[in-house]
């Protein structure tokens, strides 16, 4: 029985409909980024393990910069950079990708049988891929630096969750968007830059004025971002209110994304 795209959850039945096709072509994707280097697959975790150590030296050993978290001495800079930015890359790398996602795969749009919205999700696996491999090591070096994390970073699906969410609908969004519009790629670069900066990555939240940051956290990735910093580096549970409304959220960026996309995917083979 067909779904409508018109159901809230259809972008999720679409995608188990699929799932085995999204999983053949997530492994494919995933083996030609490593096929023609020489260590292979073993980039996928020698190239975290190096900006990692990147970051700890140049932002620990270098600037010599603090987050100041209570109740955690010493914490590493390096380790907390990184912890935001493999959540954001996960969004950031699909965003980036998108516009021109259709574009690089006309043979899929020219074959009508196939259903081009999985292609999201292929683009979303393959960020999780490099999330899952980056998260080991962040972990790893967690232990060494601080010991075992605490035992409230069992909820970081909680806060990847959302973020897979908002990717999914953003790249159904700017794909669609990109087939017909090509320069929205140049404006996505810029945007998912800016972004970047005005997320609390490379400093804390509190150091935003009071006054501002009822608009800083309009940003669906500052609050995913404070939470998680809480769960992996201070021990606390996440704050619920905002990660359930977060999770809302998301969730109608995702359906709303697919919907746009389904609804202009019979014009996709006039626009190559």
């Not at 790893?140 to 075992?148: D, E, P």
């Not at 404070?226 to 580096?233: N, P, R, T, V």
Request: hydrophobic share 55%; net charge positive; proline share 6%.
């Amino acid at each position: 029985m067909e779904v409508s795209i018109y159901q809230p959850h259809s972008f999720l039945s679409a995608g188990w409909k699929h799932r085995r096709l999204i999983g053949k072509l997530s492994r494919r994707r995933i083996e030609t980024r490593y096929r023609s280097s020489v260590l292979g697959l073993l980039w996928a975790l020698l190239h975290p393990l190096f900006m990692l150590g990147i970051y700890t030296f140049v932002f620990s050993f270098v600037f010599k910069a603090k987050w100041n978290i209570a109740g955690v001495e010493n914490t590493e800079f390096g380790l907390l950079l990184f912890s935001g930015l493999i959540l954001y890359t996960v969004f950031s790398e699909c965003a980036n990708e998108a516009p021109g996602l259709l574009v690089v795969n006309p043979v899929y749009i020219k074959q009508l049988i196939f259903p081009t919205e999985i292609l999201a999700w292929v683009s979303l696996m393959s960020a999780l891929f490099s999330f899952a491999t980056s998260s080991l090591l962040l972990f790893v070096f967690y232990g060494f630096v601080h010991g075992l994390p605490p035992i409230t970073a069992l909820w970081l699906p909680a806060i990847v969750g959302p973020i897979a969410l908002i990717t999914l609908g953003v790249v159904w969004f700017l794909s669609s968007i990109g087939l017909f519009l090509r320069d929205v790629s140049q404006v996505v670069t810029v945007l998912t830059t800016a972004l970047l900066f005005v997320s609390p990555i490379f400093y804390p939240s509190s150091m935003i004025p009071e006054t501002w940051q009822p608009y800083y956290f309009l940003n669906p990735f500052a609050r995913l971002l404070d939470i998680s910093k809480g769960i992996l580096f201070r021990g606390t549970p996440p704050d619920w209110q905002p990660l359930v409304w977060l999770t809302l959220g998301s969730w109608a960026v995702a359906w709303l994304g697919f919907v746009w996309f389904m609804k202009s995917k019979h014009a996709f083979a006039d626009a190559l």
